[in-house]
């Protein structure tokens, strides 16, 4: 499987300034072809981020460009059988519409009006060619997936059932129940079908778009040839991806709070499965979305293309930063691409200019949890160079353009950090010196590492503090909540160094990665003697022995520890940013990893005090696809960071037993509770799950559903064995379970 992404910057509408413009194209270094996207830093506009692509294409870019630089190359491989998918990615009001569809005239005929174009004219080639011996037939299916149910567009809308149409295996492929495919002779024929159909989809008016499409159009086209001894079928799926707009920015009523809630829902599996992809990793999550698992996404040796839409405006800045950033994850894909040798085949064009539209109407922004980052695509690659089958998957570097100046010291363990790594922090410079200190450099002389800081050891008077600088090390005293806090930031910056080595290797070794440049949100594990002597040996053992843990961890690919450490390093990111609701959501992706970690839960547990306490202020927080779930109020105030067997949490949480809290939570252990819940839940009636707690028709549906596929699929007997186990099925979640087992204590 290869993936291409691109990026596709549109033109001014007739009442944006060009004043406005911030995001900008660049080639790499000493090369003339777009392949980075621009932006500066909304923190502070003396940075800028550059994210790396496999093309960019600036504002003046036609229809036609596009198409043939990125899509006309694959029609090829879709006559030799292989699947073609194309997404159209991005925020509201950025051109996926455009794009994909496009305008009425020649010239402004999107990406699918050009690929049946293209097929019609290769396929009457093929049956030319052979004499007719090969016939080619094409048939198209039409679908919407809205608020997570399928809907067929080639069928008027008064014939659609609330629930949409049903999913079903068979032969380990999804397929959706009753979609219609009609036979499409030729391009009029398909104009016809294409037009008519598309009224039928639903869109509505955002505060971004007056024509938003808030569903997710999949056109499937099917190309079947036929000769006397074979048949051979592919399909092209082109997908006009529903918008990924923040809802504080939309003014969004309920109805499209809900709708936001299922497209970003989608919208974040899409992008698992693309960096899973990426990964090489063996499962791939394309199952938790409806979307990825009709595509069945990463199941075969099919070519995606992802064309990221951008809007350059002032006004989209976090939202570009946002989308920027899922679609980086995408971005490592490059390096599969570039061992199979499908695609790279054009590089894209550039060209500049502008064009006018219509109004897109934006409110002010405000504060975004998103977090801000690029992954270097060519991490891979230098690791697959350099044979280091055992290195963990880089995730996330952002390059900030900042001129290099030598450090004044060199990292003293070096024999952790590789030479690139040493570059990078020599590289980097303090431009402020209020900057926070994950921004800033840690060496010796620029700067002692937070580590060695007094604020992390117990002295409080400045007596104390010349009596404890004479004194030696081991006489300070440092509480187990220092040294816990001490451990953790040294996890992070343990991890963040990994990347930043994984960039720096890859410029060394990828002619398409984007130069190593120094980073914003990693540090260098530059621990000085001094630090190593001030914090002590207990602490360097913890240290040393975390490290070796992270180490074995990140060994075996796909395991989910790794992925939590990731999660864990990317919220103590968001917390260095102050981005205190990224965080709280990086920490909630991390619990699967450590299901029932009680440190871990105390920190989702503050983290939504604080954002319920925000919410009661009239705080930025507006909705995310947590408050549609926890609509009714229920969502705990208050708790205790550490719950107790058997008693309620101070502000009415639920209270898990320990047995939940151990991993696996194995059900031999369960209390009566815990054994109670997992009963109802396996007994897979409806009735009795949907008077649990927290659970409505839907969730009770999708529970038992997903227990029944586990069975189809021969996953041992469908059942759910452990609280942990539960909390692990799509659509669950930890407040789920814990409301579900609240409802029974
Ligand atoms: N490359 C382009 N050239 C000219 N106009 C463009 C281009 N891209 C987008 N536009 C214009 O920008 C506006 C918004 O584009 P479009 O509706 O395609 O956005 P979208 O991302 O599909 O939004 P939504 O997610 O809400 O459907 C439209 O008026 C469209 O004509």
């Known amino acids: 499987m290869s993936v291409r992404v691109v990026a596709r910057i549109r033109p001014l509408l007739e009442t944006e300034l060009d004043k406005d413009v911030i995001v900008r194209a660049e080639g790499l270094e000493g090369q003339k072809a777009l392949a980075m996207v621009k932006i500066p830093n909304p923190k502070n506009e003396s940075e800028e981020f550059s994210f790396a692509f496999n093309g960019v294409y600036d504002r003046g870019t036609t229809q036609e460009e596009l198409f043939s630089a990125e899509v006309a190359p694959h029609i090829k491989s879709l006559f030799q059988g292989l699947d073609v998918t194309i997404f159209a990615y991005g925020v509201t009001g950025t051109g996926k519409t455009h794009t994909m569809r496009g305008g009425l005239k020649l010239a402004e005929r999107g990406v699918i009006p050009?690929?049946?174009?293209?097929?019609?004219?290769?396929?009457?080639?093929?049956?030319?060619?052979?004499?007719?011996?090969?016939?080619?037939?094409?048939?198209?299916?039409?679908?919407?997936?809205?608020?997570?149910?399928?809907?067929?567009?080639?069928?008027?809308?008064?014939?659609?059932?609330?629930?949409?149409?049903?999913?079903?295996?068979?032969?380990?492929?999804?397929?959706?129940?009753?979609?219609?495919?009609?036979?499409?002779?030729?391009?009029?024929?398909?104009?016809?079908?294409?037009?008519?159909?598309?009224?039928?989809?639903?869109?509505?008016?955002?505060?971004l778009n007056a024509h938003s499409s808030r569903s997710h159009a999949i056109l499937r086209v099917k190309v079947t040839q036929t000769t006397d001894t074979m048949?051979?079928?592919?399909?092209?799926?082109?997908?006009?991806?529903?918008?990924?707009?923040?809802?504080?920015?939309?003014?969004?009523?309920?109805?499209?709070?809900?709708?936001?809630?299922?497209?970003?829902?989608?919208?974040?599996?899409?992008?698992?499965?693309?960096?899973?992809?990426?990964?090489?990793?063996?499962?791939?999550?394309?199952?938790?979305?409806?979307?990825?698992?009709?595509?069945?996404?990463?199941?075969?040796?099919?070519?995606?293309?992802?064309?990221?839409?951008?809007?350059?405006?002032?006004?989209?800045?976090?939202?570009t930063l946002s989308s920027l950033n899922v679609s980086s994850r995408a971005k490592r894909i490059e390096v599969r691409e570039i061992e199979n040798e499908v695609v790279f085949k054009q590089a894209p064009r550039t060209m500049s200019g502008g064009l006018g539209g219509n109004?897109?109407?934006?409110?002010?922004l405000r504060t975004l949890t998103n977090a801000h980052n690029i992954t270097s695509g060519a991490a891979l690659l230098a690791a697959k160079a350099t044979e280091k089958a055992d290195k963990p998957v880089k995730l996330f570097s952002v390059y900030t353009d900042k001129a290099a100046k030598p450090a004044t010291a060199a990292p003293a363990r070096s024999s952790t950090v590789p030479p690139a790594v040493a570059n990078i922090s020599q590289l980097r410079q303090p431009s402020n010196p209020n900057k926070r200190p994950s921004e800033i450099p840690e060496t010796l002389a620029a700067r002692p590492s937070k580590l060695a800081r007094p604020t992390h050891i117990s002295l409080a008077r400045p007596a104390l503090q010349q009596r404890a600088a004479a004194a030696p090390a081991p006489q300070l005293s440092i509480s187990a909540e220092q040294i816990e806090a001490m451990v953790e930031k040294k996890v992070a910056e343990i991890l963040a160094t990994?990347?930043?080595?994984?960039?720096?290797?890859?410029?060394?070794?990828?002619?398409?990665?984007?130069?190593?440049?120094?980073?914003?949100?990693?540090?260098?594990?530059?621990?000085?003697?001094?630090?190593?002597?001030?914090?002590?040996?207990?602490?360097?053992?913890?240290?040393?022995?975390?490290?070796?843990?992270?180490?074995?961890?990140?060994?075996?690919?796909?395991?989910?520890?790794?992925?939590?450490?990731?999660?864990?390093?990317?919220?103590?990111?968001?917390?260095?940013?102050?981005?205190?609701?990224?965080?709280?959501?990086?920490?909630?992706?991390?619990?699967?990893?450590?299901?029932?970690?009680?440190?871990?839960?105390?920190?989702?547990?503050?983290?939504?005090?604080?954002?319920?306490?925000?919410?009661?202020?009239?705080?930025?927080?507006?909705?995310?696809?947590?408050?549609?779930?926890?609509?009714?109020?229920?969502?705990?105030?208050?708790?205790?960071?550490?719950?107790v067997k058997g008693r309620r949490g101070k502000g009415g949480l639920a209270v898990l037993p320990d047995a939940m809290e151990g991993e696996g939570g194995d059900v031999g252990s369960a209390t009566p509770q815990t054994q109670r819940l997992l009963d109802i839940v396996n007994s897979r009636d409806l009735g009795l799950i949907k008077g649990l707690h927290g659970f409505g028709a839907k969730k009770a549906q999708d529970l038992v559903d997903h227990l029944n596929l586990l069975r189809e699929q021969g996953e041992e007997s469908g059942r759910v064995g452990s609280l942990a186990q539960l909390r692990m099925v799509p659509g669950m979640g930890s407040r789920t379970v814990e409301r579900a087992y609240e409802g029974l204590v």
């Open 114 to 207: 050009r690929l049946l174009s293209n097929v019609f004219r290769r396929g009457k080639k093929i049956a030319k060619d052979t004499n007719g011996e090969t016939t080619v037939e094409v048939a198209l299916s039409y679908y919407e997936i809205y608020n997570d149910k399928v809907f067929d567009l080639l069928e008027a809308p008064e014939k659609r059932t609330p629930s949409g149409l049903p999913l079903r295996e068979k032969d380990g492929k999804t397929f959706v129940v009753g979609l219609s495919e009609r036979s499409c002779e030729d391009l009029k024929d398909f104009e016809k079908i294409y037009i008519e159909s598309n009224n039928n989809r639903i869109t509505a008016a955002t505060k």
């Open 498 to 643: 990994r990347l930043a080595a994984a960039s720096a290797e890859d410029s060394a070794s990828a002619p398409n990665s984007v130069p190593t440049q120094p980073t914003t949100t990693t540090t260098t594990t530059t621990t000085t003697a001094a630090t190593t002597g001030a914090i002590g040996d207990e602490v360097q053992r913890r240290l040393e022995a975390l490290e070796r843990r992270i180490e074995s961890d990140t060994r075996h690919e796909g395991d989910s520890r790794s992925e939590g450490l990731r999660f864990l390093l990317q919220a103590r990111q968001a917390k260095e940013r102050g981005d205190e609701e990224g965080a709280l959501r990086f920490y909630e992706l991390a619990l699967p990893s450590f299901p029932g970690q009680a440190k871990l839960l105390g920190k989702i547990e503050r983290g939504e005090r604080r954002r319920v306490q925000d919410e009661n202020e009239g705080g930025d927080y507006e909705g995310t696809e947590a408050d549609v779930e926890d609509d009714d109020g229920d969502r705990p105030k208050r708790g205790g960071t550490r719950r």
């Open 231 to 319: 048949v051979r079928e592919s399909t092209c799926s082109a997908i006009d991806l529903a918008g990924s707009e923040d809802n504080r920015r939309t003014d969004n009523g309920k109805e499209r709070l809900v709708e936001s809630a299922a497209i970003n829902k989608s919208l974040f599996v899409l992008s698992q499965c693309v960096d899973a992809i990426s990964r090489g990793d063996k499962r791939i999550p394309y199952r938790e979305s409806k979307m990825t698992r009709i595509l069945s996404l990463g199941q075969n040796n099919g070519i995606t293309i992802m064309i990221l839409n951008l809007a350059p405006m002032r006004s989209y800045h976090l939202d």
């Open 359 to 364: 109004n897109v109407q934006r409110q002010a």
